[in-house]
């Protein structure tokens, strides 16, 4: 079976490749993960990973019910369209308590992780939730749970899967508080997540050019703030990426009228933010 999955993996990878089109590779990489891994499985990476998190990397969440059930509210909508492009995710959002880290991730099965530091640093509403689209749009492509495999392999990543293997979970754990180098993904899948990011964000109602106002500020930032690196680091920005997000927005006719600073005011004093 091993052997039919490696043969099967580089053949349709090489056929996606084969085209040029980076669109098409990208969906010739999803058919090779719903092969690969099912969605039971990438909830059991998840979880494990989550777990690695929680008693080898000490994070820390929100326990501010206020502050919860404000992260939740912002996200619900977005998570409400993903669930129509990819059905059988079970979502699950945490807050990290760590106000000097701007960041943000997902990892397979629909865990969503945002710092505090990440809502201190937004200006706006239509920024924190271009972000947690943005990260949806991970999870619906599978860009996570390919990530793990072309880093680990797919026997371990089947195994972790199962629970049988703490190594890989608890290098993977300790890789997203680093830096996240793991799940840095390739040009074609930031791509992908942008687009998805300012599809939800605009479906919420949001300006879905609170992700591109966000990406200007960290690289504003980050001369001046360390911690911001973190999320530039596994989601690396630059001129073009910024002009075809714009170009994504207008040619799909993308709009939404919240921007919401005043309500993200207030919980920034909550966590002590300006």
């Not at 669109?23 to 099912?38: G, H, M, N, P, S």
């Amino acid at each position: 079976m091993q052997r039919i999955l490696s043969v099967f993996l580089g053949l349709t990878v090489a056929a996606g490749l084969s085209t040029g089109c980076a669109k098409q590779r990208i969906t010739a990489e999803k058919a090779v993960a719903d092969v690969l891994i099912t969605d039971e499985q990438e909830e059991q990476l998840g979880l494990q990973v989550k777990q690695e998190l929680e008693q080898k990397e000490k994070i820390q969440y929100v326990q501010d019910p206020a502050i919860l059930e404000y992260v939740n509210r912002l996200a619900t909508p977005i998570l409400q369209q993903a669930n129509r492009d990819r059905k059988g995710v079970k979502w699950k959002v945490n807050v990290i308590n760590d106000p000097k880290t701007v960041n943000a991730f997902a990892t397979p099965g629909g865990y969503l992780y945002v710092y505090t530091g990440l809502l201190l640093a937004a200006s706006t509403e239509a920024e924190v939730v271009g972000v947690l689209a943005h990260e949806a749009g991970h999870v619906v492509g599978r860009h996570s749970a390919r990530a793990m495999v072309n880093a680990y392999g797919i026997q371990a990543i089947t195994q972790l899967a199962l629970g049988k293997d703490p190594g890989t979970a608890a290098q993977i754990a300790a890789q997203l508080v680093g830096g996240g180098a793991m799940l840095a993904h390739g040009r074609s899948e930031e791509t992908e997540a942008d687009e998805y990011g300012a599809r939800y964000t605009a479906g919420s109602n949001y300006d879905p050019r609170g992700l591109i106002t966000f990406f200007q500020k960290l690289q504003q930032m980050q001369g001046n703030t360390p911690g911001v690196l973190k999320w530039l680091s596994t989601h690396p920005t630059n001129a073009d990426r910024i002009a075809h997000l714009e170009k994504y927005i207008a040619q799909n006719g993308l709009s939404g009228t919240e921007v919401g600073a005043d309500r993200l005011a207030p919980i920034k004093q909550k966590l002590g933010g300006k």
